[in-house]
């Protein structure tokens, strides 16, 4: 059984940047897309950036060219570099597999 944990989260200013990271256990991640997802306050979950077994990475229009995500297949870790951090970034990020495997998530939260 696959399990997903994520790290990274925390406290940060605005402008400021963090590092998420995704360890997979259970099975290798490196024939899967893999993607991070977020869910703010009294918002429904969304997709932030995607990256599939070969490496093509895609973004949501709210996130591009300020976030970036990467995968070490050897590491069985995905990772969420997170930089230019607004506000409007913090929520609970999450980990997904394959679009059916999901994490316990990681807090953000971006001060003003």
């Known amino acids: 059984q696959v399990q997903l944990v994520e790290s990274g989260g925390g406290l940060v200013q605005a402008g400021g940047s963090l590092r998420l990271a995704c360890v997979a256990s259970g099975s290798s991640i490196s024939n899967s897309f893999m993607g991070w997802y977020r869910q703010a306050p009294g918002k429904q979950r969304e997709w932030v950036a995607g990256?599939?077994?070969?490496?093509?990475?895609n973004y949501s229009d709210s996130v591009k060219g300020r976030f970036a995500i990467s995968r070490d297949n050897a590491k069985n870790r995905v990772y969420l570099q997170m930089n230019s951090l607004k506000p409007e970034d913090t929520a609970v990020y999450y980990c997904?597999?394959?679009?059916?495997?999901w994490g316990q998530g990681t807090q953000v939260t971006v001060s003003s």
């Open positions: 990256i599939s077994s070969g490496g093509v990475t």
């Open positions: 997904n597999l394959g679009f059916r495997v």
